[in-house]
């Protein structure tokens, strides 16, 4: 009787776990950007050379819930057909809005 009682008490656990796990990508997808009221400092000027088949994703200023920290930029491989559109603060009104760098078909 206590095994069975057992049983269920994992299989509850397991079928909590695999919805948590199936809305997580749904949850990730349905933020869009990130609204401040305070202006992101000025970009960092990074110096790049050139590399074969990347494509160079500047860094960009990143809220972290009280103020802004610098995410330093890095190489991505690049992707036929497309630019890379980098990540930016946008003023809307008295706040700023955060928006991811992603691939434009060109």
Do not use: D, K, Q
Request: hydrophobic share 50%.
């Amino acid at each position: 009787m206590r095994t069975h009682a057992l049983a269920r008490a994992c299989l509850a656990i397991s079928i909590a776990c695999a919805g948590v796990a199936a809305a997580a990508p749904a949850a990730a997808h349905a933020v869009a950007g990130i609204t401040v009221a305070v202006a992101p400092p000025r970009l960092r000027v990074e110096h790049v050379g050139v590399r074969v088949g990347r494509v160079w994703a500047p860094g960009y200023w990143r809220w972290n819930g009280t103020r802004h920290v610098w995410v330093g930029g890095t190489w991505v491989v690049a992707r036929p057909g497309y630019r890379y559109a980098p990540a930016r603060w946008a003023r809307v009104g008295p706040y700023w809005r955060f928006h991811r760098g992603h691939w434009v078909r060109v």
